[in-house]
Every structure is written in structure tokens, then in C-alpha cells.
């Protein structure tokens, strides 16, 4: 089984400083690992990826993740916050082997900018 | 192409009452995915359609739920009997044999 774990359902940063939404995962398997983000009353869109390859993947808007598989972690970060940046945020996980390819999501993490 | 699209975008039904939304893929993606989303929780999988078969379904998709998608283009998830914890976001999803699945703006239904 697969699970997803977001650590702080909020997180408050000011504008131009540096964001962090931690995640971390469950997998019997490889994993293959998500970041979208939801604006309100909209749908996901996916900002980054990590399937093989490259541990360090870069995004759109300037996000980009690591995965550590020695820590089982996959965190988000962006180096300097914008006020369009506000939304929530739902890191998943799903893997190869699977033949739906179904996400499993994390209960998300709602980021504030403040001016 | 435009994405995926999903209508109505709100529905308001009283309790008892059938409700049906509809997903138009991406143009030509065989893979067609139904997600739940309640409030301050993520989506969770609801049921997998590739071309026109379903091939799984979640616990959470009781037998008042049913989705169907003829001709592997469009689906309809239908509600029968609508119950107060309906209520929640539902999001279609589909993809072309790959990893990235591009979502609709969802379906917000309000149970009252």
C-alpha cells in the first residue's frame, strides 16, 4: 500500500522569502511522485514530477523538489515566495508496477503569502 | 483542445435526489479517472476507466454510485438516493498512457 503524508496543513511565509511544504511518502515500491496545486474552486494542476532519473526535479512558477529516498521525503520548495503563489498544495504518489496508475494523495497544505 | 471539461461546475440537490455530472476527456487520452474531494482533504480515487472499461473501482464508490463511459469518450458519474455526505468536489482526470493526468475545475455538489 501507498501513502502520502504532508506535515503542516498551513504554512504562512512572506513575500520574497523561501517556501517549504514537506512531504512524505509510503511505497512498497518504487515511487513515482507528484506535486499539484489547487487554486480555490479549481481543479490540480501539476507543477512537477519525479518518476526516474534525476533526484532533483524542477517545475513550473519556480518550484522544484528532491526526491530522498533514504528519508522517504519529496519537499517542495520555491526560493522566493509571490503573492500568486497562495493556494494549496497536494503532493501523491503512485507507482510503475500499478495498471491504473491511481493517485494517492496527501491531505495538503494550504500556503498564505503575506505582503 | 481545452482540457478537460466537467459540468455542471455546481449542482444543489435535496436529499433522495439523483444527480448525474459529466466529464469530457482530452481529445483521444484512453485513461479516464473519477476523484472525491472533500473539504481540507485531498482527492481520493473514486474509479478507472480505460477506453470504455471500468476497470477499478474504491470501496468508496458505494452501489448509489455508478460511472460509465460509452465509447471511451465522455463519462457520467451518477449519485442515486443523494445523501448529506455526498456533498464533496468531484474531479475527473484523464491521460494518454502516461503518468501526468490533466484534471477538470470539478463538480461541486452541495447535498441539502
Known amino acids: 500500500a501507498q501513502s502520502v503524508t504532508q506535515l503542516g496543513s498551513h504554512v504562512s511565509v512572506s513575500e520574497g522569502a523561501l517556501v517549504l511544504l514537506r512531504c512524505n511518502y509510503s511505497?512498497?515500491?518504487?515511487?513515482?511522485l507528484f506535486w499539484y496545486v489547487q487554486y480555490p474552486n479549481q481543479g490540480l494542476q501539476l507543477l512537477l514530477k519525479?518518476?526516474?532519473?534525476?533526484?532533483l526535479v524542477k517545475g513550473i512558477n519556480g518550484f522544484e523538489a528532491e526526491f530522498k529516498k533514504s528519508e522517504t521525503s519529496f519537499h517542495l520548495t520555491k526560493p522566493s515566495a509571490h503573492m500568486s503563489d497562495a493556494a494549496e498544495y497536494f503532493c501523491a504518489v503512485t507507482h510503475s508496477g500499478g495498471a491504473t496508475n491511481k493517485l494517492i494523495f496527501g491531505t495538503g497544505t494550504l500556503l498564505a503569502v503575506q505582503p | 483542445d481545452t482540457g478537460v471539461s466537467q459540468n455542471p461546475r455546481h449542482k444543489i440537490t435535496k436529499r433522495g435526489q439523483n444527480v448525474t455530472f459529466r466529464c469530457d476527456p482530452i481529445s483521444e487520452h484512453n485513461r479516464l479517472y473519477w476523484y472525491r474531494q472533500t473539504l481540507g482533504q485531498g482527492p481520493e480515487f473514486l474509479t478507472y476507466?480505460?477506453?470504455?472499461?471500468?476497470?477499478?473501482k474504491s470501496r468508496l464508490l458505494s452501489d448509489r454510485f455508478s460511472a460509465e463511459r460509452p465509447k471511451g469518450s465522455f463519462s457520467t458519474l451518477e449519485i442515486q438516493r443523494t445523501e448529506q455526505g455526498d456533498s464533496a468536489m468531484y474531479l475527473c482526470?484523464?491521460?494518454?498512457?502516461?503518468?501526468?493526468?490533466?484534471f477538470g475545475q470539478g463538480t461541486r455538489l452541495t447535498v441539502v
Open positions: 511505497s512498497s515500491v518504487p515511487p513515482y
Open positions: 482526470a484523464s491521460s494518454l498512457d502516461s503518468l501526468e493526468a490533466f
Open positions: 476507466f480505460q477506453n470504455e472499461a471500468q476497470l477499478e
Open positions: 519525479y518518476t526516474t532519473g534525476a533526484t
